[in-house]
């Protein structure tokens, strides 16, 4: 019998790489670990899958690969029977141990701006430890905001502090919720990541599935659960409450101007804001808060039949229950010295409206945990440096907001994304009708020629990079798939710097910069694992200032 917990015995056997193949019955995996171990069934007492992936490189004969933690009658001797072999040693601790605890909350309690992945951990971690945070987040709780959002998709109607960017579960709530990440992890922060979304409801199986993810609707809900938890630790979240201005006097952070309005003393002010609160990036920047440009990636949304990158991916295994969905992750670097790559690539997704801004048009995507729309979607996009826009540290964000006007012009200023055919692109010219691929984005797409809607080097290199991406995947450069414009919020186009070692602004005591806003992060896991360090830095200091 397989029992699955979320946190591991210290003294437990970790079994690598065991391979089976993909229609295996359920009693191979136990035997198979008995005969790597060399042990009988009656000195086995139970075993854990710490990780599934799978291996399809040969379509035709897809190899599940596992992790498995095992605990036998006298794992000292089986560890020693088995000593010199690579598969096999002691299963890590990845349980987490806060840095430190107050029974009494400071009478300034630390502040969090904003309630994405970053905030939501920082503020769950500083109420666990018992410092009873406050958490200011701009926009409006999930469920409000979800209604905000879809009156965007079907009545083109934005609001500006209610959206795909900003509210409760910040940008990552509509999203494919993926939950993997290639950030080093020494610590397993991210193991405690996923456990509090279990806790809050996510399946189980994100524990040990090698590509986790939760989807839309069931982040909804673990969102709320989480906030309710931290509320019950002493935490408190206040939506629709916008920072407008920093109070920094001699390089230290000595409050908060709210909604123009109410002033809130804090020294201690985590800032996670997410990539899209441009407002809040210059008002940072006016306060003399060190900031600097950085690169990152403009492109377009790209969307197939999922059914052909099933085939592509995994043959005639397509459509197997483990596997799922199919997925890719694709790169390119074209001759002009651009690199083109896929991301947050949504199997069994939709394209969606991502504007923050009246006037503008943004693409994004997002996936239900399903995974069962008729299309697949990614972003093709081409990676830019501050040497493409050198004038000032947020001439970034200028880039971004040209691009978007630029679409929404295209699309007919009516919230309709620009669109073209894949072959029309590559054939350079302006597309006319649909084919067999059905655009999924709302409100609706304009055809037109999206050459116009990127800088002549980033069209030149994907249009090069599309063909070749055919390559690895057969039917990615079919006649009929939709690109969508315009895709520019692939992450941060700043840095808000901060010492290594406290994780404090580099000039300004008391603010921590942290997660995708402040270029620290991408995605909900990276985010969610920044939050985390982010809070303990926090407690540390205010236990430190405590002692002083």
């Avoid at 934005?158 to 960017?165: A, D, G, T």
């Amino acid at each position: 019998m397989i029992h699955r917990y979320l946190e591991y015995c210290t003294y437990m056997l970790r079994l690598t790489d065991i391979q089976l193949p993909l229609d295996h019955p359920e009693p191979a995996l136990k035997a198979a670990i008995l005969h790597a171990l060399g042990i009988n069934e009656q000195e086995l007492v139970s075993f854990t899958i710490f990780r599934r992936g799978y291996d399809a490189r040969k379509k035709s004969a897809i190899i599940l690969t596992y992790t498995i933690d095992v605990e036998t009658t006298n794992n000292e001797k089986v560890l020693a029977r088995n000593a010199g072999k690579p598969r096999i040693g002691l299963t890590p601790d990845t349980s987490y141990r806060f840095v430190t605890h107050t029974e009494q909350a400071p009478e300034q309690r630390p502040v969090v701006i904003g309630f994405g992945p970053c905030g939501l951990f920082a503020g769950l971690i500083l109420a666990q430890m018992g410092f009873r945070p406050i958490i200011l987040e701009r926009g409006k709780a999930v469920r409000e905001r979800t209604k905000d959002t879809w009156g965007l998709w079907r009545k083109r109607e934005l609001e500006p502090e209610s959206n795909v960017q900003f509210g409760e579960g910040g940008a990552g709530t509509f999203s494919d919720g993926k939950l993997y990440s290639q950030i080093k992890d020494p610590k397993h922060y991210g193991r405690k990541v996923l456990t509090e979304f279990v806790k809050a409801g996510a399946p189980e199986e994100i524990m040990y599935v090698s590509k986790p993810h939760i989807g839309t609707f069931r982040l909804v809900k673990m969102i709320e659960e989480m906030r309710t938890n931290i509320e019950a630790l002493g935490g408190e979240i206040r939506f629709q409450q916008k920072v407008t201005d920093i109070d920094i006097q001699d390089g230290q952070v000595r409050g908060l101007h709210v909604n123009d309005g109410e002033y809130i003393k804090a020294d201690h002010v985590v800032l996670a804001i997410g990539h899209s609160a441009r407002d809040t990036f210059n008002m940072v920047h006016q306060r003399g808060v060190y900031v600097e440009a950085k690169p990152f990636s403009i492109g377009f949304r790209i969307e197939h039949p999922q059914s052909i990158i099933d085939q592509a991916r995994f043959g005639p295994n397509a459509g197997n229950e483990i596997l799922g969905a199919a997925d890719y992750k694709l790169v390119h670097h074209a001759k002009n010295g651009r690199s083109v790559y896929s991301f947050c690539m949504c199997p069994g997704g939709t394209v969606v409206a991502a504007a923050s801004e009246p006037g503008r048009v943004v693409t994004n995507g997002m996936s239900q945990y399903s995974r069962n729309e008729r299309n697949a979607n990614s972003a093709i996009v081409v990676g830019i440096t501050p040497e493409d826009y050198p004038e000032h540290p947020l001439a970034g964000i200028d880039l971004q907001r040209k691009l978007e006007e630029l679409a929404y012009e295209m699309g007919g200023k009516n919230y309709n994304a620009p669109g073209q055919l894949v072959g029309d692109f590559l054939a350079k010219r302006a597309s006319t009708e649909l084919g067999d691929v059905i655009p999924s984005y709302k409100p609706g797409i304009t055809l037109c020629d999206l050459a116009a809607a990127l800088p002549a080097f980033a069209v030149e290199a994907m249009r090069e990079a599309i063909p070749a991406f055919d390559k690895q995947i057969k039917g990615f450069a079919m006649k009929d798939a939709i690109l969508t414009g315009v895709e520019t919020r692939t992450s941060s186009p700043i840095r808000i710097k901060r010492h290594d070692d406290t994780l404090q602004s580099l000039n300004t005591k008391g603010l921590y910069p942290a997660g995708e806003g402040a270029g620290y992060a991408g995605g909900i896991l990276s985010a969610a694992v920044d939050g985390i360090k982010i809070a303990e830095a926090v407690a540390l200091d205010i236990q430190q200032a405590i002692k002083n």
